[in-house]
């Protein structure tokens, strides 16, 4: 989005960005299962939950092992929880719910990695698509190897390899952004699902401040943490194989 409002000429100096971002864990229990919330006046009040709004939902309630599947999924993601909701009234099953939502994300991001020429960009982004498989698969193995599920961009900019000619990392990692494979945050107080110290690094005496990388939502994280064991192998042959290519080099 604020690729897109600066495409269109909204520098940062006539834009005020503040991302709300997710729920917390806490707060999303609380949406989905009831609990006490402060209304918009800042008065606490009762509020019954999503699973209490239909008698299907309320029969299958919700124990601790249903809402690690839920939380694993949707994370604090409104829209993703009320889906979640729609999917386990149909089904009667938190279990099924969970894995419908889950099946669109998975197949976004196994078409990202194997057909990215197939992706057309979102509405009004019209630039070319500048990056490939093996860079976004780049990113994904870094995302899920951090303890926030969040990159630094600068970090990303560094451990993107074979960039096209006269295109740089930085252009590569936007190109994913506007493609909708890759979102970037800015830092906002107001946004608590991702810790502020994903977005500062201690330089010196100083903090630096950067953009972080994550992925569209929580339920295309999880896909990407499934696939998280596919990407660490295929990445140690990858290395074992330069390593061998070193080695033959280094003894012609």
């Known amino acids: 989005m604020v690729s897109w409002l600066e495409s269109q000429g909204f520098e940062e100096n006539v834009r005020?960005?503040?991302?709300?971002?997710?729920?917390?864990?806490?707060?999303?229990?609380?949406?989905?299962?009831?609990?006490?919330?402060?209304?918009?006046?800042?008065?606490?009040?009762?509020w019954p939950g999503l699973i209490a709004q239909s008698k299907e939902t309320k029969k299958l309630g919700m124990?601790?092992?249903?809402?690690?599947?839920?939380?694993?999924?949707?994370?604090?993601?409104?829209?993703?929880?009320?889906?979640?909701?729609?999917?386990?009234?149909?089904?009667?099953?938190?279990?099924?719910?969970?894995?419908?939502?889950?099946?669109?994300p998975s197949m976004a991001v196994t078409k990202a990695l194997e057909y990215p020429e197939l992706i057309d960009p979102l509405v009004g982004s019209g630039g070319p698509r500048l990056w490939e498989a093996k860079h976004y698969k780049s990113v994904l193995r870094l995302?899920?190897?951090?303890?926030?599920?969040?990159?630094?961009?600068?970090?990303?900019?560094?451990?993107?390899k074979d960039i096209p000619e006269n295109v740089t990392a930085a252009q590569v990692l936007l190109s994913m952004v506007e493609f909708n494979v890759l979102s970037l945050r800015p830092?906002?107080?107001?946004?608590?699902?991702?810790?502020?110290?994903a977005f500062f690094k201690k330089v010196g005496r100083k903090e630096k401040q950067d953009n972080v990388v994550t992925m569209p939502s929580p339920a295309h994280l999880a896909a990407v943490l499934e696939l998280d064991v596919e990407l660490e192998e295929e990445q140690e042959?990858?290395?074992?194989?330069?390593?061998?290519?070193?080695?033959?080099?280094a003894n012609s």
């Open 16 to 46: 005020d960005d503040q991302v709300l971002g997710d729920l917390t864990s806490a707060e999303a229990f609380v949406y989905l299962c009831g609990g006490k919330v402060l209304n918009r006046n800042g008065v606490v009040e009762a």
């Open 63 to 104: 124990t601790p092992e249903d809402w690690k599947k839920v939380w694993s999924v949707c994370g604090g993601n409104i829209q993703l929880l009320k889906v979640c909701v729609g999917y386990a009234k149909q089904s009667k099953s938190w279990e099924e719910g969970v894995a419908k939502v889950l099946l669109k």
């Open 143 to 160: 995302i899920a190897a951090s303890p926030y599920y969040a990159v630094r961009r600068k970090e990303v900019h560094a451990a993107l």
């Open 187 to 197: 830092y906002t107080e107001m946004a608590k699902d991702i810790p502020r110290e």
């Open 237 to 249: 042959e990858l290395e074992s194989v330069e390593a061998d290519e070193e080695n033959s080099q």
